[in-house]
């Protein structure tokens, strides 16, 4: 079993910033793949960024690129989401998720992904 608690969401106003935290149970933290999701209300849960085990390679939502940035810290079992120039639109419940190491899977598919967190809320107004 892995557990992960996000934390950092809050309120902020168009243009600024937030960081996202999410910690992992797990001695075995750095083999996973971590994700960020979201899920605004009234819509599908959909992907933002992951980062690989050795974050050598991190993947991005269009809608995200060059404003937000994944990383990790392994020997903190962590896992950031840095969000810059926040819209109204990236207003959701912000999710992580782990992906235990196996093959055939999408860092972009949330059906991929083995545990998820409660959710944290970011809002941002305009």
């Known amino acids: 079993q892995v557990q992960l608690v996000e934390s950092g969401g809050g309120l902020v106003q168009a243009g600024g910033s937030l960081r996202l935290s999410c910690v992992a149970s797990?001695?075995?933290?750095?083999?996973?793949?971590m994700g960020w999701f979201r899920q605004a209300p009234g819509k599908e849960r959909e992907f933002v960024a992951a980062?690989?085990?050795?974050?050598?390679?991190?993947y991005y939502a269009d809608s995200v690129k060059g404003r937000f940035t994944i990383s990790r810290d392994n020997a903190k079992n962590t896992v950031y989401l840095q969000m810059n120039s926040l819209k109204p639109e990236d207003t959701a419940v912000y999710y992580c998720?782990?992906?235990?190491?196996?093959?055939?899977?999408?860092?972009?598919?949330?059906?991929?992904?083995?545990?998820w967190g409660q959710g944290t809320q970011v809002t941002v107004s305009s």
């Open positions: 998720a782990c992906m235990l190491p196996r093959g055939f899977t999408s860092v972009f598919s949330a059906r991929d992904y083995d545990y």
């Open positions: 797990g001695r075995t933290f750095s083999t996973y793949v």
């Open positions: 980062i690989t085990w050795g974050g050598g390679n991190t």
